[in-house]
């Protein structure tokens, strides 16, 4: 039978094990929370390619999201709006992905709008949700942990804006989910996805929850995913296998504080050969006293290099062979702090700063010199910015339903409490 | 105790960071001074001489007469948008011109008519086109037209030229580019006849299967296509005998070669063996541009153009092959080896007969080794310094020019 098929009839299987108990759910009011959120962002980054410091202002990640309840069914939605404000991309050295490079790529308009069931009996939680969304693959995205740059592991921590069947059940301090979806990245903010490589590609994703007394209120997380050709739209790129591990620590009290150490591993296969694999390891937390905080990340990724286009900070998608200019590795060292908030008729502007040492090495002596690209292998990135916001607030990403740890019937993660809430 | 904690781990972190920082290797330098000593090695072909190229990657050469012309790839220093011209008469290559061809970061493919009257530039990525020059100075090309459509728009990779009862074609390989009208790879093929105005009179996607096509063969009204993992496909252009135009080609037949990955295809016509054999380049991965590659040469007898089978191989351990260029007079192809260098070839005669300790199975196929035949003649840049990554060869007048994505242009002496 084909695998494409297995899956998608598991899915449905879990969906009928969710019927006999989603009437529970009914009884629930209906509900709807909107918020919007943007940041305001001022960037100068040394060495960018040709050696130039570049200076820039822009609203990065403005979203507009919504949490809704009818009934027993379910739905979150996310508008991000980058495609408007950044379509350059956003300066950050060492960020790629989507045919940005040395810049984040703008989201895809549509960021989420996944639609489920969930259970409320206990012990046992399922879920059923399907849409445009977060794999349940890595750690939460980026835009809901403390820094505004994204980390250079984005694309190999995180697998977004894909249409997903993601089914999850927890048992106490387990949880298990499991998602089928398509391989392949959007192409830019507008692109919808090919509906027929829907469940090309596969993940599944291990959380074990404050279940150790020596782990405290520490949740450990471990996936694997299975994408089928991500940067070739049409299907006939490279596959990737990819996996991860995390520690992820959330504590209240006075000094509210939260920590993420992550290893990810990608490796890229053509036609069942193992051709190039890419490591990361990250740590960051954050330490919150009433609204003012400071944050800390340090991280060591791979990057693949593959040839510039004109406009430097851009590569072909999709590549015409199976070659790369090289693999560098990037560790940063990036702090934040994050100021008390203005607050007006129920807004909030809060002010931060950023700064980041980004340091790149070649791994072998490949084509890409960084040396010669960007004139240094040291740079220097500073930020500041206004976050703001108003209305619901739109917190952890990426866990649906049964997966969200606090509460069985909550749509999203929304009501987790949130310790690094000094950067939102 | 929970602060505590999350301090004990940022510091940890912080400190990590501070102790593995890991040294960047020195940037490899340029240089061709030790000409005519360790880059060849004590090999058959000796280094004449080089011309360096450092602010941009070489790519492709292409040699008439006393000139040399040399296309760039990537990025540097500078972006691929340059054509240098080099005198070649002498010893060394003298760089005497270069043409800056505006909006494109890649030249990948550089080619000159049979008669010497046209040179053509292929060039990528996004706004891909086709640039035809006058050679009547060959010193000072001047561009007569550039034919850049949607179907050339997403780039051309390679531009081949050939004649087809008299007159001048171009055939080219369109790239693959997401969120393209038409994203798929492609063959176009140009109607030269009139060079200040190339027209297109056919476009054929590849199929998805493939996925990519980078290089084609023209010879005697046939078009050899190399088709990536779908090996190779024969279409009758007009030399075929089945009613094939350069406007309405019939594919002739094909055949999946061992590993797939074919990028180039050399069709030989050897007093010897005559039209027998066609020769395979696969370009396979992982590579590395500039310190690794992967990929054998392949060998296929291809006396019947329906059903061309694979007979033999040739394969460099730690290296792949890219382009090739045949001295057929005396049966020597030369082929351009990346980080090997260039590797040339007997290639005369039968290459499917050896003995069982000169072959290899793969499924049901058995293949001759052609190393272990001891065809191999001679090897040019190999295991010197400095570093090659050798991108082209072409054999002319007893010698063969080496375009290195590191370096430039090599003048080497051919082995026969």
């Known amino acids: ?424 | 105790m929970k602060l505590a904690r999350t301090c004990r781990l940022l510091s940890l972190a912080v400190l990590s960071g501070c102790l593995f920082d890991r040294g960047t290797a020195a940037t490899p330098h340029a240089s061709c001074a030790l000409a005519g000593g360790s880059p060849s090695g004590g090999d058959a072909m000796a280094v004449i001489g080089c011309g360096i190229i450092d602010s941009r990657y070489t790519a492709e050469v292409a040699v008439r007469d006393s000139f040399a012309y040399t296309t760039t790839w990537g990025f540097r220093s500078a972006p691929g948008n340059m054509v240098a011209v080099w005198n070649v008469s002498g010893d060394e290559p003298v760089l005497v011109d270069s043409i800056i061809v505006s909006g494109s970061s890649t030249l990948g493919d550089v080619a000159i008519s049979d008669d010497g009257a046209l040179l053509v530039v292929a060039t990528e990525r996004t706004n891909g086109s086709l640039v035809v020059f006058d050679r009547s100075n060959p010193r000072h090309p001047r561009q007569l037209s550039r034919l850049a459509t949607p179907e050339t728009f997403n780039g051309v990779h390679t531009a081949e030229i050939g004649r087809i009862a008299g007159r001048l074609y171009a055939i080219l390989a369109v790239d693959p580019l997401g969120g393209a009208p038409t994203p798929e790879s492609k063959i176009v093929i140009v109607d030269l006849g009139d060079p200040v105005n190339p027209r297109e009179v056919y476009v054929k996607s590849v199929p998805g299967s493939a996925p990519f096509v980078h290089d084609t063969f023209l010879r005697d009204g046939l078009l050899f296509v190399a088709l990536w993992n779908n090996g190779i496909e024969i279409w009758d252009l007009g030399g075929g005998g089945q009613g094939g135009t350069p406007a309405a080609p019939v594919v002739l037949g094909g055949v999946q070669t061992i590993g797939g990955d074919a990028h180039n295809v050399w069709w030989l016509h050897d007093p010897v063996s005559g039209s027998r054999y066609a020769f395979v380049g696969e370009e396979s991965g992982p590579a590395q541009l500039g310190v690794s590659s992967v990929g054998d040469i392949h060998v296929l007898d291809v006396s019947d153009l329906a059903h061309p089978r694979e007979v033999a191989f040739y394969h460099v351990p730690g290296a792949g092959t890219h382009n090739f260029s045949v001295d057929e007079t005396n049966g020597i192809l030369y082929a351009a080896y990346y980080n090997a260098g260039v590797r040339a070839l007997d290639v005369r005669g039968d290459l499917e007969t050896c003995t069982p300790s000169q072959q290899e199975t793969t499924g049901n196929l058995v293949r001759c080794d052609l190393g272990a035949m001891a065809r191999e003649t001679g090897r040019g840049l190999s295991g010197g310094t400095p570093a090659v990554y050798v991108w082209g060869v072409q054999y002319l007048g007893r010698m063969v020019y080496a375009s290195d994505m590191l370096n430039g242009l090599w003048k080497l002496r051919a082995v026969r």
Not at chain 1, 112 to 137: D, K
Not at chain 1, 213 to 221: H, I, K, S, V, W
């Open chain 1, 1 to 424: 039978m084909n695998r494409r098929v297995v899956r998608v009839v598991g899915s449905a299987l879990i969906a009928l094990v969710l019927v006999s108990d989603v009437a529970a759910a009914q009884d629930a009011p209906p509900a709807l929370a909107i918020g919007a959120h943007a940041i305001g962002l001022f960037t100068q980054a040394t060495h960018t390619p040709e050696g130039r410091t570049l200076t820039e202002a822009y609203l990065t990640q403005p979203i507009v999201s919504a949490d809704a309840r009818a009934g027993w069914l379910q739905a979150i939605g996310m508008l991000n709006l980058e495609g408007l404000t950044l379509r350059r991309g956003e300066l950050d050295v060492g960020e790629w992905g989507e045919g940005y490079v040395d810049r984040r790529h703008p989201h895809a308009y549509l960021h989420e709008l996944m639609v489920g069931v969930a259970t409320s009996s206990t012990p046992v939680v399922a879920s059923l949700y399907a849409g445009r969304g977060f794999v349940p693959f890595g750690s939460d995205d980026p835009m809901s942990r403390p820094f505004v740059s994204y980390p250079v592991d984005h694309h190999l921590a995180q697998l977004l804006e894909r249409l997903v069947v993601v089914g999850a059940v927890r048992a106490r301090a387990l949880l298990l989910e499991a998602a089928a979806f398509d391989g392949d990245e959007p192409l830019g903010p507008s692109t919808p996805e090919l509906a027929r490589r829907f469940a090309d590609s596969w993940s599944v994703r291990g959380t074990l929850s404050h279940a150790l007394p020596a782990l405290g209120d520490a949740e450990l997380a471990a996936s694997y995913a299975n994408v089928k050709s991500p940067e070739y739209r049409e299907g006939q790129g490279m596959d990737q296998r990819k996996a991860h591990a995390s520690l992820r620590v959330d504590g209240g009290g006075r000094f509210a504080h939260y920590v993420l150490a992550e290893l990810a591993r990608t490796t890229e296969v053509d036609r069942g050969r193992d051709l190039y694999t890419f490591d990361a390891a990250l740590a960051e937390g954050a330490v919150c006293r009433a609204e003012a905080g400071l944050a800390l990340r340090w991280e060591r990724a791979d990057r693949p290099e593959e040839e510039r286009l004109v406009d430097l900070f851009r590569a072909p998608r999709p590549a015409t062979d199976l070659s790369i200019l090289g693999i560098t590795q990037w560790t940063t060292l990036t702090v934040a702090a994050a100021l008390p908030a203005l607050r007006l008729f129920g807004a909030h502007a809060a002010p931060f700063l950023e700064a980041a040492r980004i340091r790149v090495d070649r791994t072998t002596a490949a084509l890409f010199d960084p040396v010669r690209f960007y004139g240094s292998n040291l740079m220097w990135r500073t930020s500041v910015g206004l976050r703001l916001g108003v209305g619901h607030d739109h917190r952890r990403e990426g866990r649906y339903g049964a997966a969200v740890p606090t509460a069985s019937t909550s749509l999203h993660a929304h009501d987790e409490p949130s310790p690094a809430h000094c950067f939102r």
